[in-house]
């Protein structure tokens, strides 16, 4: 059977000869896993599904904004919805976001990567980025290449490499 959720944007559907409201159920399929829908009056992405879970496992690897242990299965996360505290992973990774400067807010995985994520610069030139570890590791979030990470995620009790090796 296909995996459905109750729709985020026909959460209750008033029936006309009654005061009940009923849950509308939508499948998630490929198409919609990660494809947050945008609408004219909000420039905040709103899920197809009410817990956002078809902003997980997403088959397309573009829309992949982090890796992480869901429910205790390992799962990826959306970009689009990394950093708007929803709380999808089991440790809280998708929720761990700095800000930069006052035009910036970005998750700590996009801080030291090589690739600008915030037009002024700003996630390149952070404090952080001035003590590098020399080995690399894969991030769990961003860039899909070996990277070094800052000192100060060493042994701070959060996973910040896809094996582990920074705890």
């Not at 990660?34 to 397309?60: G, K």
């Not at 089991?90 to 400067?101: E, H, M, R």
């Not at 080995?135 to 961003?142: D, Q």
Request: aromatic share 6%; hydrophobic share 25%; proline share 2%.
């Amino acid at each position: 059977s296909t995996e459905s959720c109750i729709s985020y944007s026909q959460l209750h559907i008033h029936h006309t000869d009654t005061d009940q409201f009923r849950e509308v159920r939508v499948p998630i399929l490929n198409n919609t896993r990660c494809a947050a829908i945008y609408y004219a009056d909000s420039s905040t992405p709103r899920p197809y599904c009410e817990d956002f879970m078809d902003q997980t496992n997403c088959s397309d690897i573009s829309k992949v904004g982090l890796t992480c242990s869901i429910n205790g299965y390992q799962s990826t996360v959306s970009k689009s919805v990394v950093c708007l505290g929803i709380g999808l992973c089991d440790d809280g990774l998708d929720g761990q976001c700095i800000t930069t400067s006052h035009s910036c807010t970005v998750h700590k995985h996009l801080l030291c990567d090589g690739e600008l994520a915030c037009t002024d610069g700003s996630d390149e030139k952070n404090q952080v980025c001035s003590q590098m570890t020399e080995k690399t590791c894969f991030r769990k979030g961003g860039n899909e290449t070996a990277l070094k990470i800052p000192l100060v995620w060493l042994t701070d009790g959060i996973e910040d490499c896809l094996n582990g090796l920074d705890e």
